[in-house]
Structure formats: structure tokens, C-alpha cells
């Protein structure tokens, strides 16, 4: 899995307002967010798909919207009930557990 994500607002310091772009198992979306407050429920996000991930990052470029982080990982999904429980893992970082 790989995502890069683009500060919309950099020059103003942060706005709280960003786009991920996520390639994963051959599926590429991109995800809108915006944080409202400090609890994990506080921020909002709307995602679509889109066709190619080096494509969708050169429109986001030529927007001038800055890269701000760039990752590459690995992840493992399990499904259980309609849970998804996902473990990351990358070099230097313990692995975690993630549930959506």
C-alpha cells in the first residue's frame, strides 16, 4: 500500500483540511479530510475512486498543493462482522492494529 498526502492550505499553516491519495491491492482513491476538533471522531472524510495514482498525484500537483508525507506499507485485512482489522506494518515501526 502506498499514499501521499496533500496539505491544501500549506501556505496559510495548516488548515486542518488535506487529501490522501491511496493506492491499496490495486485500488486507488482519494480521500478528502477535514479535521474539526481533537477526538478521532472528529474528522470528516469523503473518498472516491479514481483511475491511476501517479496521474490523480500530477493533477494534485499542477493544483499546487503540496506533498506533505509519503508512505509505503504493508498491510494485513481481516473482515469479521462487518469489522475490518487491519495490521500495519513499516520499517523502523512496530507494527499496529487498526479497526474500522
Request: hydrophobic letters at 35%; aromatic letters at 8%; a negative charge.
Amino acid at each position: 500500500m502506498k499514499r501521499r498526502v496533500f496539505d491544501i492550505e500549506a501556505h496559510k499553516g495548516g488548515s486542518g483540511k488535506w487529501f490522501r491519495l491511496r493506492e491499496r491491492a490495486g485500488k486507488t482513491t482519494l480521500t478528502y479530510k477535514e479535521r474539526s476538533g481533537i477526538e478521532i471522531g472528529d474528522t470528516k472524510e469523503i473518498e472516491v475512486e479514481v483511475g491511476n495514482f501517479e496521474d490523480m498525484a500530477t493533477i494534485l500537483q499542477q493544483l499546487e498543493w503540496n506533498v506533505t508525507a509519503y508512505q509505503e506499507n504493508k498491510r494485513t485485512l481481516y473482515v469479521l462482522d462487518n469489522v475490518e482489522m487491519c495490521i500495519d506494518s513499516r520499517p523502523k515501526i512496530p507494527a499496529f492494529l487498526e479497526i474500522e
